[in-house]
């Protein structure tokens, strides 16, 4: 059964440092999102993206954010700058489309610590 | 009113119990609400979903229930067992806003 992929499974940065974490969706869906969930907390949308655009996003998908689709299969998300704060289980997922009904199906995350 | 209200925030259920667990919406443009299963270390899975066009969907042991009216919608596992040990998330969509509740922990013992 086809599904997403994240890596690296953990990231340890120092704060001030730049992150890059990478996702392959499944192979035949168009949208993809990031969720970031601080441990214990909800998952919280960050960002969705289309087309190679940004579809939506939240108010924590500030300007230290980006994502990108460098090529046919990843999808990366970069944080610029990294603070404390931005300790969390990071999840990437896909679907086949947009719109109401949109099954997302999540990859199993990468928890980023920021020391 | 782009938030979803989830209740309890743990639940202890005995093997063979039903587990319950209610959500509540305010934006009227939802109209996709899934239940995520998560387990420790693992990212958020689909359980179960339903639209706001029928009352009630169940698969298998998983029930959710569905009302319109009050904005409110639940997920029931009828004979709970150890292995739906987990933390379980409402959410809802309007097609452009995906947002999830805060998750309820529960644990079923043997």
């Known amino acids: 059964e086809p599904e997403v992929t994240q890596t690296p499974s953990h990231q340890v940065t120092q704060m001030g440092q730049e992150v890059i974490l990478r996702c392959v969706p499944i192979?035949?869906?168009?949208?993809f999102y990031w969720y970031r969930q601080i441990l214990g907390q909800k998952v919280e949308f960050l960002v969705s993206?289309?087309?190679?655009?940004?579809?939506?996003k939240s108010e924590i998908f500030d300007d230290q954010f980006s994502v990108e689709r460098p090529d046919g299969s990843n999808f990366t998300l970069k944080i610029r700058s990294t603070k404390l704060e931005d300790s969390a289980m990071y999840f990437c997922?896909?679907?086949?489309?947009?719109?109401?009904?949109?099954?997302?199906?999540f990859g199993p995350g990468t928890r980023l610590t920021v020391l | 009113q782009q938030q979803v209200k989830q209740s309890p925030q743990s639940l202890i259920v005995q093997k063979g119990g039903i587990s319950i667990i209610n959500c509540a919406y305010e934006?009227?443009?939802?109209?996709?609400f899934p239940w995520y299963q998560q387990f420790p270390g693992k990212g958020p899975a689909l359980l179960i979903a339903?639209?706001?066009?029928?009352s009630e969907k169940k698969e298998g042991r998983f029930t959710i229930s569905f009302n319109k009216s009050a904005k409110q919608f639940s997920l029931h596992i009828m004979d709970s067992q150890p292995g739906d040990s987990a933390t379980y998330f409402c959410?809802?969509?309007?097609?452009?806003?995906?947002?999830f509740g805060p998750g309820t922990r529960l644990s079923v013992l043997p």
């Open positions: 997922a896909s679907s086949r489309r947009a719109g109401s009904y949109n099954e997302q199906f």
């Open positions: 192979s035949n869906h168009l949208y």
């Open positions: 993206f289309y087309n190679n655009e940004i579809s939506e």
């Open positions: 934006n009227t443009a939802f109209d996709y």
């Open positions: 339903i639209r706001p066009d029928v």
């Open positions: 959410a809802a969509s309007d097609g452009q806003n995906f947002v």
